[in-house]
């Protein structure tokens, strides 16, 4: 994974960045002292939810993560500019304006090429954490394999990314728990009942020298948790409506939350936005409790 603890500086102070990567100064100086900095992806924002949800999510996201004491750092591309930390403007760009792309890791830097905005996946953020030096992250869902693929085999490049980073996300998962459901019917390899248990595991790996990333999967609170069963005929009628559109890939994601949303009135969204919150509050914690361990 990252090399060993404290006395490794992130990459972005031991080698200068190109101009269309900016760090805000906040959080640059978060990273030169060794603080928790917690990034946030932004596709979600610009294509997976609705304004003004996207908007009062993101932010309150962000608020959650300083509560918990760590550094959030929502990250897009503006205008060819790959931003870590976003201003109130190109959050509220990023919420509202109907043409900004969905960002995926092979489509971050043709954007930057190309004076592009758009939302940055799972994939396309982490590209961005590893090239600056965040170690923690935190997002809502993160793509998957397609469910059914005898419609069109798809397997999002978030799975690839995260397996090449050395980088912790904290979802509430596509596999394992299911994002919409806390089972999945997948076995999970190892299950933590505390922040303190998960953050010296968590602190072992960043120590050890571990290669890849590692997926935190933190079930949607029970209270906003959705029927397996129900959610599951939603999502595969959803996914049927999806092959008779012809959609495929980069769109797939946003048509079925889009559609998961009106069919389940409303209640899908609610769920989506009480999990980042708690993947926010969970992630911001053991990002904090592993910095301590490192000190
Ligand atoms: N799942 C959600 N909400 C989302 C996404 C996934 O519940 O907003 C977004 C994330 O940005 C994720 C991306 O990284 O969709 C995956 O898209 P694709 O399968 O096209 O790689």
């Known amino acids: 994974m990252m090399q060993s603890g404290l006395t490794v500086l992130p990459s972005v102070m031991t080698q200068p960045l190109p101009p269309f990567i900016q760090i805000a100064e906040h959080i640059q100086e978060a990273l030169y002292k060794n603080l928790p900095v917690v990034a946030l992806e932004s596709a979600v924002i610009s294509h997976g939810m609705p304004y003004p949800e996207n908007r009062v999510t993101a932010l309150m996201t962000e608020k959650i993560i300083r509560t918990a004491g760590a550094v959030p750092a929502t990250i897009a591309v503006i205008d060819g500019v790959i931003k870590v930390g976003l201003t109130a403007g190109e959050m509220d760009r990023l919420a509202q304006d109907k043409n900004t792309l969905k960002l995926s890791s092979r489509d971050v830097l043709y954007a930057a090429a190309n004076r592009l905005t758009g939302g940055t996946t799972v994939a396309g953020t982490l590209y961005v954490c590893r090239t600056v030096g965040i170690r923690f992250f935190v997002a809502g869902g993160i ?64 120590t050890g020298g571990y290669p890849g990333g590692i997926l935190i999967a933190n079930p949607i609170p029970e209270e906003f948790a959705q029927d397996r069963d129900v959610i599951d005929a939603i999502i595969d009628r959803a996914i049927d409506a999806a092959a008779e559109e012809g959609i495929s890939g980069k769109d797939l994601t946003p048509y079925l939350l889009k559609k998961i949303n009106t069919d389940t009135e409303g209640e899908s969204l609610n769920a989506n936005i009480a999990l980042i919150r708690h993947n926010a509050d969970i992630g911001a914690q053991l990002a904090a409790r592993c910095y301590q361990l490192e000190t």
């Open 143 to 206: 793509g998957g394999v397609n469910h059914r693929p005898e419609h069109k085999f798809d397997i999002s490049a978030d799975l690839l990314e995260m397996s090449r980073s050395p980088v912790v996300v904290i979802s509430s998962g596509y596999e394992f728990p299911a994002f919409f459901s806390r089972k999945s019917g997948c076995k999970i390899p190892y299950h933590f009942g505390d922040i303190d248990s998960l953050a010296k595991t968590v602190h072992t790996y960043n």
